[in-house]
């Protein structure tokens, strides 16, 4: 009888060492699925418009709207200050990036955000504005804040404050609705919709 135990002893080996190697097939299996190089999981764009109301230096000509471009955002080589979905990325770019439009010239008042990531995932525009290593919020957005500095009482007013809206795929002027401050960083970037941006003493919405 006690010759009749080492077969059983061995199948116990055996046992035992094939768990760690399932395990690590597995994994190998998962992470090959998740992070498998060349396809994208998400692949689209949404519009992005960061106005800024400029007091006119000429007497009673009110303000004047500049727009600001996030070129280069999420890009090797350019801008990229988080690493937080590196592993999400493709072809050199982070999954939340900037691109230009087609024909874009800088007398346009929109960019794009690209996304195009390797695994679906809720990105959001706090995501984007980490990436270009810039803060976001009602009394701070891009160092501009509220309200702005005196030493910058020649370019903007004391009444001037962030307002952001957002404007569905087709959507028109009327369409535009105000994102709450509290909501701005989770704030999804969903296909084909406008964020709008503006640093002024009206705001973005139509009521």
Known sequence: MARSRPPSTRRQKTVLYSIP???????????????IPGEARMDYTLNISIQLSVLNSAPNTGAVVTTIFPQHVGIAGG???????????????????????KGWNNTWQYYLIHIRSRVAWN??????FNVWGQPLGQNNTLSYTVPPPASQSNLYGQGWFWDMCVRPPGGTFRDTARVAPDHWGSQHLDPGILLI?????YGCSPT
Do not use: C, H
């Open 79 to 101: 801008i990229w200050r988080s690493d937080q979905y590196n592993n999400y990325g493709l072809d050199g770019k982070y999954p939340v990036f900037a691109e230009a439009p």
């Open 21 to 35: 190697l399932l395990a690590l097939s597995l994994f190998l299996a998962i992470y090959y699925v998740v992070a």
């Open 197 to 201: 941006l503006i640093y002024s003493n």
């Open 123 to 128: 990105y959001t525009l706090l995501d984007f």
